[in-house]
């Protein structure tokens, strides 16, 4: 049987600070990097062990995955970044406080823009998108570097690295994992579990706590589970989910 491991990063600054992240290269805070530890933990007490990490271009992913190789004494195994892997883009809306976003626009149109599958964010005007003068995204098509995104655009980017990299890796019986976003990381559950469009707004993904895929032969899923206490990863779904409302 074949296994992925996803984790989204754990709590960054500007999840403490309820800020839209997006493509914003925050830092994870202590919290983040001791939860991140603690997948670790989590990981190497259930006994796996990994060939391959594949991550974002986003700090607070990658240190995320730094912290599970370090705690699992995993740092020599390969690492793939690619931009591919990166939250979801949050056009205008990053950087802005999402309870403050929700007492100006309403709890529901926030809830679409965090959670709707097919409408985006409003777009940062061209001019000030900084990604466009970014050297990690130097390598890009300028057309791909988005000025906003939904989930919909999400999944397209996601899946084109899940076809290439992911899939190929795991059907020759590589053991990998994977340290993404909340959004990266809904998209490619969306796709593997066929999530319909209306379901997926109440899918939430809680910071730093490793989840398990077990596939058969075809990489058709027989089973997803989080490791950990399962009431602290509901409370920590919920709270995820809360972010998004004017209090
Ligand atoms: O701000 C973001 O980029 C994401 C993840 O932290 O937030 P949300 O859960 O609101 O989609």
Redesign the pocket.
Known sequence: MHKLVLIRHGQ?Q??LDN????WADVDLTAQGIAEAQEAGRLLQEAGYSFDVAHTSLLKRAVRTLWHVQDTMDLMWIPVLTDWRLN??H?GALTGLN?AETAAKYGDDQVKVW??SYDIPPPPLDRATNESVHDPRYATLDPKDIPDTECLKDTVARVMTYWHELLAPAIRTGQRVVVAA???SLRALVKYLDGISDDDIVEL?IPNGVPLVYEFDAELKPLRRYYLGDAAAIEAKMAA?AN??KAK
């Open positions: 960054s500007w999840n800020r839209f992240s997006g939250e979801r949050y999402k965090r959670r976003h909340g959004n939430n995820v972010q998004g």
